[in-house]
């Protein structure tokens, strides 16, 4: 498994340097804020779509069950760095790093996490959006592993995290009624929900 | 230290990005849902004018500076999210009352919640709240 992941890790990084043009696009892509702030402004967005009332209100928990979800698995990423401190690709072997040195462990990839934790929130509320939601989480995971800071497997095993704290982030808002539900009507009484 | 903010620069040019695509944000979901109130660009042009202005700021963001470097911490980001999603929603609500003209669409009082801001301004609609 682990040689597994290192050869694909291999393939991948292994095509950093040879095309100017696709180093350009991963080191835009891959810094820690332009796709997590694309898709959070997606969500932000959100809230105040809708034609109805009760469509509205749908969305409106959809973004706050996205919140708890992300707040879910990133609190499991960091036990999880904290369990498994798996030291970095460039740290145990010769990769081309085109990206700073992150001094956080490697498993599982935080920013993996948050992406899909957040294109999951943004397909509940819009599938066509969710879909490119889906595709700039994807390429902001994968080029983690082109530029030489994340081995393949630390960026599924992240995505999945990611997926299952935005898939368990309903059932808590569910849990936690009647909070949302006041948080909701405090909005709607200032008029923003 | 989770919340040390160390790159100055970073922190400015991270808050500015955020707050432009916020606005940008609001005005595609104010055309799209008709909400007036909401609105600074008029609807026709509400969804061109929030994507044009996104993909600017993106393009600024991104060719501004090099950003692939140590900086804001994850909770960094959230705090400073909060804050230029919230001075978007303030900057645009304020601007679509100042711009607003009485009487220039349908109206329809007994509407709550954001639905009101299809038919009335942010300020018509807190000064309602106190006469009701």
Known sequence: MESLDRTLFSLINGLAGRSPWLDRLALALVNDYLVPALLAVALFGGWFLGHSRLERERLQRGVLATIVGVFLSNSATFLLNLLFPRPRPFHVQDVNLLFYQPTDPSFPSNPAVVGFALALGVWSLNRRLGTLAFALATVFAVSRVYVGVAYPSDVMVGAILGLLGSAIGPRVVRWTEPLPTRFLGWCRRWYLA | ?132
Do not use: K
């Open chain 2, 1 to 132: 230290m989770l919340l040390n903010f160390v790159a100055e620069q970073l922190v400015r040019d991270y808050f500015i990005f955020v707050y432009l695509l916020c606005l940008s944000a609001l005005q595609l979901a104010a055309a799209r849902s008709g909400l007036r109130g909401l609105a600074i660009v008029p609807a026709p042009w509400g969804v061109a004018a929030g994507l044009l202005f996104a993909l600017t700021d993106v393009v600024w963001f991104v060719s501004s500076a090099d950003r692939n470097t140590i900086g804001l911490a994850g909770w960094e980001q959230f705090l400073l999210f909060l804050m230029g999603s919230a001075a978007a929603l303030l900057t645009s609500l304020a601007i679509s009352s100042l711009l607003w003209r009485p009487g220039s669409g349908p109206t329809d009082p007994v509407q709550d919640g954001v639905e009101a801001l299809r038919y009335m301004s942010y300020w018509e609609a807190l000064a309602s709240r106190r006469t009701h």
